[in-house]
């Protein structure tokens, strides 16, 4: 192992030119918590210069692993993935945290008891109203290292496996895709479902949802944990492989990242090429497959709307202009790009609960440019991501809404005929 950490941070030629696009450096200007800094350090374990220290761990944690040092390295170094790497040594050298040994090596890994435990979550969450501010449980939030004043998604009461059969057919069919839903979208967002399978069957795609398929392992291996990432990768990996489809259909850039690059890249997995070559955005597909660039008219209130580029759905999934074109048809009032459309929202996973003041501190900066966008609804392709701004723009005193693409896409051809 560190031998592997050695041989993926040898190349770094410490230009520097990382430091300019790093949102955690930006924030706090730390030499150690830029990614050449974090480059040196894991070298450092490698060589035995540095120890597995608290700072240590805290300084490779907060990467958020949004890969935008990776863009611009001219090394081709990708330090985000040294990172992970280094994780997963912190892992197999100190274990896993027992909290997440019980999330990712048990809960989780329950495919009919993890979603039940998310909707009696959800009764629990609304039962005791522990999303409205002034709520007193929120006064215990402090004792597990969470603001008072977090923001709690709830939990759906059914979850989008519930809500569809494995097969939605249509006549005249165009294609037939697979749909990867992503725990998001399932557990907590299942409008996006409702919106990617209307969509798809609204443009004559038969859509078929494997009722085996479990989570992509992206907050796991986030978190070092390699090996239990593996076991959700090999079970998806059966659920999809055998499937006779055109596509696997994604509508969450971490989850697409996962299947068409990670599970093999990083996690060294034998992932069959009629996954990871089939592997495409929603709004890739409705662009790039279908065609589609006009939505018809809009409805009877239009709306401006802006973008957020999801981390990995921009720099992982190279997806940028297809959910530009659909929404500017989508919306009727007008597209305005904000500034740094594709810098980190700060969300990326977990990462709000286990830095919440650095994610804060990077989400102030985007719901700024957010706001000075104009726009009355901000889009943007990944869950996470839709969690952070409405907390974030919550925070400024904003009044605008956020909402994934392929939900805005669904309200605007909803109830019109498929060419309109």
């Known amino acids: 192992m560190l031998d592997k950490l050695e041989q993926i941070t040898i190349s770094c030629m410490k230009c520097g030119n990382c430091k300019s696009v790093c949102p955690t450096f930006r924030e706090l200007g730390d030499e150690g918590i830029s990614p050449r800094g974090r480059v040196?350090?894991?070298?450092?374990?490698?060589?035995?210069?540095?120890?597995?220290?608290?700072?240590?761990?805290?300084?490779?944690g907060t990467c958020l692993?949004?890969?935008?040092?990776?863009?611009?390295?001219?090394?081709?170094?990708?330090?985000?993935?040294?990172?992970?790497?280094?994780r997963q040594h912190m892992v197999l050298e100190k274990g896993l945290p027992a909290v997440k040994r019980a999330i990712f090596r048990g809960a989780m890994r329950g495919r009919r008891l993890f979603p039940a435990s998310s909707k009696l979550l959800g009764l629990l969450q609304r039962a005791s109203m522990i999303g409205k501010p002034g709520n007193p449980l929120r006064k215990a939030f402090p004792w597990v290292g969470l603001p008072q004043d977090k923001n709690i998604p709830y939990f759906?009461?059914?979850?989008?496996?519930?809500?569809?059969?494995?097969?939605?057919?249509?006549?005249?069919r165009k294609f037939r895709v697979a749909y990867f839903v992503g725990c998001g979208a399932n557990l907590i967002s299942p409008e996006i479902g409702n919106a990617v399978v209307g969509l798809l069957n609204h443009y004559g795609v038969e859509v078929v949802i494997p009722h085996k398929q479990m989570c992509c392992g992206t907050p796991i291996f986030n978190s070092g944990d390699f090996e239990g990432a593996a076991y959700f990768a090999r079970r998806n990996i059966s659920a999809f492989g055998r499937l006779d489809v055109d596509a696997i259909i994604t509508a969450c850039g971490s989850c697409g990242l996962s299947l068409k690059h990670?599970?093999?890249?990083?996690?060294?997995?034998?992932?069959?090429?009629?996954?990871?070559?089939?592997v495409v955005d929603i709004s890739e597909f409705l662009v790039d497959w279908l065609g589609i660039t006009e939505l018809g008219a809009p409805g009877d209130k239009p709306y401006s709307v802006t973008y957020h580029d999801p981390c990995h759905l921009?720099?992982?999934?190279?997806?940028?202009?297809?959910?530009?074109?659909?929404?500017?048809?989508?919306?009727?009032?007008g597209y305005t790009e904000m500034k740094e459309a594709d810098w980190c929202c700060g969300g990326a996973g977990a990462y709000s609960v286990y830095y919440p003041d650095m994610s804060r501190r990077i989400g102030n900066t985007k719901a700024e440019n957010a706001a000075a966008s104009g726009a009355d609804v901000v889009a943007t392709g990944c869950p996470v991501c839709i969690i952070q701004?409405?907390?974030?723009?919550?925070?400024?005193?904003?009044?605008?809404?956020?909402?994934?693409?392929?939900?805005?896409?669904?309200?605007?051809?909803?109830?019109?005929?498929?060419?309109?």
């Open 389 to 420: 701004l409405r907390e974030m723009l919550e925070r400024a005193g904003s009044a605008q809404k956020v909402s994934h693409t392929a939900c805005l896409l669904w309200d605007a051809v909803h109830g019109k005929p498929a060419g309109g």
């Open 65 to 86: 692993n949004c890969r935008a040092c990776a863009d611009e390295c001219p090394s081709g170094i990708e330090p985000n993935a040294a990172v992970l790497q280094a």
């Open 156 to 172: 759906a009461l059914k979850s989008v496996l519930d809500r569809f059969p494995e097969v939605m057919p249509v006549e005249n």
């Open 314 to 333: 921009a720099r992982g999934m190279g997806v940028r202009t297809q959910p530009r074109k659909l929404l500017t048809s989508a919306a009727g009032g």
């Open 262 to 278: 990670e599970w093999k890249d990083l996690l060294g997995l034998d992932v069959p090429d009629n996954i990871a070559n089939k």
């Open 40 to 60: 040196r350090l894991i070298r450092g374990i490698a060589s035995g210069e540095v120890e597995l220290s608290a700072r240590y761990k805290e300084l490779v």
